[in-house]
Nanobody, 118 residues
Framework: QVQLAESGGGLVQAGGSLRLSCVAS????????MAWYRQSPGKQRELVASIRTGGSTNYADSVKGRFTISRDGPKNTVYLKMDSLKFEDTAVYYC????????????WGQGTQVTVSS
């Protein structure tokens, strides 16, 4: 099992930026993909971005060109740089880690709240 600790959320005005961090600990040797999800009130949790061990990335259409996911292997940390934030980006953001078969290695953490004021 992998434990995850998300941080970096906060209140920001529309057009502003934030950088989220997620540190993984525990049985990290099986981690292949690190990902960020988000959930807004009344909506289902959705994938925002993911990054594989080799560096390939995937983004939701709604954040392409504005968000950048990156990963620091030695620190077992994944980042989500969010620029040009919009009101609709307001959500609780969660990270997740998967093995190479796409199976989750962690439970959902508490997440970090991002609030964008219009």
């Amino acid at each position: 099992q992998v434990q995850l600790a998300e941080s970096g959320g906060g209140l920001v005005q529309a057009g502003g930026s934030l950088r989220l961090s997620c540190v993984a600990s525990g049985v990290i040797s099986s981690i292949n993909t690190m990902a960020w999800y988000r959930q807004s009130p009344g909506k289902q949790r959705e994938l925002v971005a993911s990054i594989r061990t080799g560096g390939s990335t995937n983004y939701a259409d709604s954040v392409k060109g504005r968000f950048t996911i990156s990963r620091d292997g030695p620190k077992n940390t994944v980042y989500l740089k969010m620029d040009s934030l919009k009101f609709e980006d307001t959500a609780v953001y969660y990270c997740r880690v998967l093995n190479r078969n796409g199976n989750s290695l962690s439970s959902w953490g508490q997440g970090t709240q991002v609030t964008v004021s219009s």
